[in-house]
Nanobody, 129 residues
Framework: QLQLVESGGGLVQPGGSLRLSCTASGFTLEHYAIGWFRQAPGTVREGVSCISTSGSNIKYADSVKGRFTISRDNARNTVYLHMNNLKPGDTAVYYC??????????????????????WGQGTQVTVSS
């Protein structure tokens, strides 16, 4: 069974940091581009970042540029999202997703959720004092 599992969410104060992990079971992540998305209550799912199979091509949403860093460790079958200088507006459920379509390149359409075939269940990130 192909499965993605997110972890690392939690409650953090504004200005704090968290590292989210996305681990795959049942398949090898190195053949997939991986996206991170988030969804706050009452809002549409937002594409946050994407990383290509080798990690050489990366995209970020403007709202997180300079604060979030995506990385991957194919040997551990895991992709990470390092989040720094967190703001209350970053509060959301964060999801990782995998796509085998054009996996060596994250295009300008990386934020389109239908591009991705496999999704995790999400991990809650709450930024509050």
């Amino acid at each position: 069974q192909l499965q993605l599992v997110e972890s690392g969410g939690g409650l953090v104060q504004p200005g704090g940091s968290l590292r989210l992990s996305c681990t795959a079971s049942g398949f090898t992540l190195e053949h997939y581009a991986i996206g991170w998305f988030r969804q706050a209550p009452g809002t549409v799912r937002e594409g946050v970042s994407c990383i290509s199979t080798s990690g050489s091509n990366i995209k970020y949403a403007d709202s997180v540029k300079g604060r979030f860093t995506i990385s991957r460790d194919n040997a551990r079958n895991t992709v990470y999202l390092h989040m720094n200088n967190l703001k209350p507006g970053d509060t959301a459920v964060y999801y990782c997703a995998a796509t085998p379509k054009s996996p060596t390149y994250c295009g300008s359409n990386f934020y389109i959720s239908t591009k991705y075939d496999y999704w995790g269940q999400g991990t809650q990130v709450t930024v509050s004092s």
